[in-house]
């Protein structure tokens, strides 16, 4: 059986002060737990803080995007470099929001992708239908296309994989336990398709309202390696409760 991965993606919540009393509560939260990795996503302006907290814990930190370019005239961009020494284990990649809000295409993704992977950080690449898409049919097709414009200038496959429905993040509509499991096995299928055994290792983490009283059901599915939390991951005693409850399901 795959590692459990669950990674919390603050997005665009708390400022250096606050995040540093979530840290240390998260740290606090999670001492003794084992067979999981545990990661916390904040904006990166808080990176910092959250690492000073964190460095030393068995919860480790990443950001929620990064650039294709070492440096240069990026404005508003972050670097790989930095995240480094930031001490970021992770990198979230291709985020509904950075695609539907702030326009980033799969091209663009693709090369994020290919650089941080190069760089040495853990990318989580997400990928995931729009409602439409999905009422549509065209559910495989969008999530096809993602992956092979993403991993079109890769060696090996990204270590982690976010299957992220568009219309289940922040709505509090999960998706369905078969649908989580035909599209996880629908990604790796097509990963490995194209990086054949290398895709064994690869995580398939489900996210999009993923809370404490819904976890359970998805952990106990051999398709689910982990998951990417958002709004339930900004308080240390849900984020708590989702890890434990996802652990338990799997030793059962
Ligand atoms: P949510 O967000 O858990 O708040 O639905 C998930 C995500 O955006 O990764």
Known sequence: M?????VGN??????PASARSLALEIREAFVGFKDVDIGVCPPATSLQVVAEVLRGSNVAWGAQNAHWAQEGAFTGEVSA?????LGCTYVILGHSERRHVFGETDEMVGKRL???????L???????ETEQERSEG????????QLQVASRGLDGPPDIVAYEPVWA???GRRAELADMEAAHRFIRERLVERFENKAKEVRVLYGGSVKPENVAE?????????ALVGGASLSAASFRSIIARALERRRL
């Open 2 to 6: 795959r590692r459990l991965a669950i």
């Open 169 to 171: 993040i922040g709505t």
């Open 114 to 120: 290919s650089f941080v992977m190069h760089s040495g």
């Open 10 to 15: 603050w997005k665009l919540y708390t400022t």
């Open 218 to 226: 998805l952990a106990a599915s051999g398709e689910m390696d982990g």
């Open 81 to 85: 470099a930095a995240l480094k020494e």
């Open 138 to 145: 065209k559910t495989e097709a969008a999530l096809a296309q």
């Open 122 to 128: 853990v990318p989580i690449l997400c990928v995931g």
